[in-house]
């Protein structure tokens, strides 16, 4: 029979006192006043304990789970071998290596529930190597005693490339809150070589510099001599170094340069 509305489970501790009450020869209504339930529930829990010998929370009744403790290993060790791999995948994989078959709703449910996985778009960001990981950590940790006036001083540089033949297909992974940008739950993202424009532009603290636009048949050092060192950036140079003084210009590793 459903619960009423708004019923709830007592505690086995409550149910212990209503107990140890009734045997003391306190009255049931006393009971139910003092533990603040209903006369209803008193009786409840006092033929509970004369047919059981308990006070405590029986087992539940209802199917058992259909996955086990050594398939929710498997499907943990199948989901982090491959963050990007399909729902269908995964349930097949899980069928292939249990005894028991799981529908992928099943599995969608584990993932979410016992192992905190959910299905996002994988950011895409520029693939890093580990020695470019370590040379930027070196940077930082060299420049971060720096205060505002510092980097005040600063000239920041840099090319952007629009490219043609792009794959802008969302890619889906399996991450969990947090993982946003964790390199198993990433897009990484390749120059392709297939640029049909480069502009160059650079920037400084409140201050904007040209733009320059970078043919495809003029990208040797001495054309960025040229078109970028000799002209654009030397102007804002010159004018940041009479505002601010002393001006550093930070460059990336590009052949160009």
Not at 99 to 110: A, D, K, L, P, Q
Not at 118 to 147: C, D, E, Q, T, Y
Not at 150 to 166: N, P, R
Not at 190 to 196: A, I, M, P, V
Request: proline share 4%; glycine share 8%.
């Amino acid at each position: 029979m459903p619960k009423q509305l708004g019923s709830h489970n007592t505690s086995s501790t409550l149910r212990a006192f209503m107990v140890e009450q009734a045997e003391a020869g306190t009255t049931l209504p006393e009971i139910a006043r003092f533990a603040n339930v209903t006369l209803r529930t008193v009786q409840r829990v006092l033929k509970n304990h004369k047919e059981h010998g308990s006070t405590e929370d029986h087992p539940r009744s209802g199917r058992p789970s259909k996955v086990d403790d050594r398939t929710l290993r498997h499907l943990k060790i199948i989901v982090e071998a491959d963050r990007r791999q399909t729902l269908s995948d995964i349930t097949n994989l899980v069928n292939n290596m249990g005894t028991t078959h799981v529908s992928e709703t099943t599995v969608w449910r584990i993932l979410n529930s016992s192992l905190g996985l959910n299905a996002r778009i994988a950011v895409k960001k520029p693939f890093l190597k580990h020695s470019h990981m370590r040379a930027r950590l070196m940077w930082a940790r060299a420049h971060r005693g720096w205060g505002s006036e510092d980097w005040q001083c600063i000239i920041w540089t840099d090319e952007a490339s629009v490219e043609i033949g792009k794959d802008s297909r969302a890619i889906w992974v399996w991450r969990r809150p947090g993982e946003r940008y964790a390199d198993r739950c990433l897009a990484p993202t390749f120059k392709s070589g297939r640029q049909s424009l480069m502009i160059w532009g650079c920037m400084a603290y409140g201050r904007l510099g040209a733009l320059v636009r970078i043919p495809k048949d003029q990208r040797t050092g001495s054309d960025y001599v040229r078109l970028v060192l000799g002209g654009p950036l030397w102007d804002f140079y010159s004018e940041l170094y009479e505002a601010r003084g002393m001006v550093a210009v930070m460059e990336d590793g590009a052949p160009i340069h």
